[in-house]
């Protein structure tokens, strides 16, 4: 359902007041000239009215953007804007359309024939993660004489959902969940080297695969043989890990409106270095009730992601949840834990003889500009 709304523009208030003084000297004056330009100018406005009503009258819009999306990410969705009316052509339309976080696409068309549309490509990047069902949009248009400021809202239907950004702790990078930790169970990698070391002449027995073809190539142009990639042996890693996410805290703490979207690009980072290495993990998350969370497979993987793209703040986490969840994992499996608090808040609280295998993600390793929130039609009403 649209809704109009009509504001008077400079040049329609400075008419108004002509058309309006020149009636009342007309009264007055009793001079009929003057009142036949008043009424003339009182029609004209009418009439300009009327008109830039219909011309934003059954406009149709359509975006062809994914339904879902990764967030930081640029993308370039199709927009077109179609006049559904037999007769009346549309003339200088706007359009706005609000997006999740403040991203607004924004289109201009000075004409649409009737029963025909008008079509643009726009780039859109969405900072944040989100999950929407509706997004407000408006058309607005100054035609015709620009006497008249007219504005149609209305709701666009399209689910989108925006997957989190993706940050890799840096403890993970510097622990390396390797043989620094006292793990039990490791078994190599899939993959069949390590990381690369140079290149050397060929030997009977490699492997095709292996070979630079660009260094072989200059090689055999100065009279030399095919030279091979050389790698380091693989690496060992666990076989399985888990992941805690709570929001707990032993001391009052100012939060910051983004440090729970923080945490959770940190979690999205941490579950794709772990699949990367082919480590099975289970995630118990308070704001999933602690109920665990496994992605074997790709469906999983992005289930995840959606549920992470839609998930809120748990607010009354407590601390025997934290332990009761702690003590059932296996002391043997190494434990990511990641939280949207500060870790001297809750670290203390955590320490046990049982668990010697917790690496701690601290998030204030990354610091972002503060972006503060701001609802959908608050951005609409400030894009124009």
Request: charged share 20%; glycine share 4%; net charge positive.
């Amino acid at each position: 359902m649209s809704k109009f709304s009509t504001k008077l523009a400079p040049r329609g208030s400075f008419c108004l007041g002509i058309a309006v003084g020149l009636l009342l000297a007309g009264f007055f004056l009793k001079d009929g000239i003057l009142l036949t330009l008043g009424i003339s100018a009182l029609t004209l406005l009418t009439s300009c009215y009327f008109l830039g009503r219909a011309n934003l009258a059954n406009l149709d819009i359509s975006l062809s953007l994914p339904s879902r999306l990764h967030a930081n990410k640029r993308y370039r969705p199709n927009l077109s804007i179609t006049n559904n009316r037999s007769i009346l052509d549309a003339f200088m339309v706007k359009l706005y359309i609000a997006l999740p976080h403040s991203s607004i696409l924004a289109s201009e068309t000075n004409w649409i024939p009737a029963g025909s549309g008008a079509y643009s490509t726009i780039p859109v990047r969405i900072p944040m993660r989100s999950s929407e069902l509706t997004h407000p949009f408006k058309f607005t248009s100054f035609f015709p004489l620009s006497l008249f400021y007219f504005t149609r809202h209305q709701l666009l239907q399209q689910p989108i959902t925006i997957y989190p950004r993706a940050i890799t702790p840096t403890e993970i990078l510097n622990d390396g969940l390797l043989g620094q930790r006292n793990i039990p169970r490791l078994n190599n990698t899939t993959t069949d080297h390590g990381d690369p070391r140079g290149i050397r002449p060929s030997q009977p027995g490699d492997s095709a695969k292996n070979i630079h073809w660009q260094a072989s190539a200059r090689s055999m142009a100065r009279g030399h043989g095919i030279l091979i990639r050389e790698y380091d042996p693989p690496g060992q890693f666990p076989t399985r890990c888990n992941i805690v996410f709570h929001s707990y805290s032993s001391i009052r703490q100012m939060m910051r409106e983004d440090s729970f979207e923080l945490a959770i690009s940190l979690l999205v980072g941490t579950v794709n270095y772990l699949r990367n290495l082919n480590i099975q993990f289970k995630l118990l998350a308070d704001f999933i009730a602690w109920n665990p969370y496994s992605a074997r497979t790709r469906p999983q993987y992005y289930e995840l992601l959606a549920i992470l793209a839609d998930a809120s703040r748990a607010v009354a986490t407590e601390k025997h949840e934290l332990l009761e969840t702690l003590n059932s994992l296996p002391s043997d499996q190494p434990t990511i834990i990641i939280s949207d608090m500060e870790p001297d808040s809750w670290q203390n609280e955590i320490k046990t003889k049982a668990h010697t295998n917790h690496i701690i993600i601290d998030i204030r390793q990354i610091h972002f500009p503060y972006r503060k929130t701001i609802s959908a039609k608050e951005a609409l009403a400030k894009s124009s």
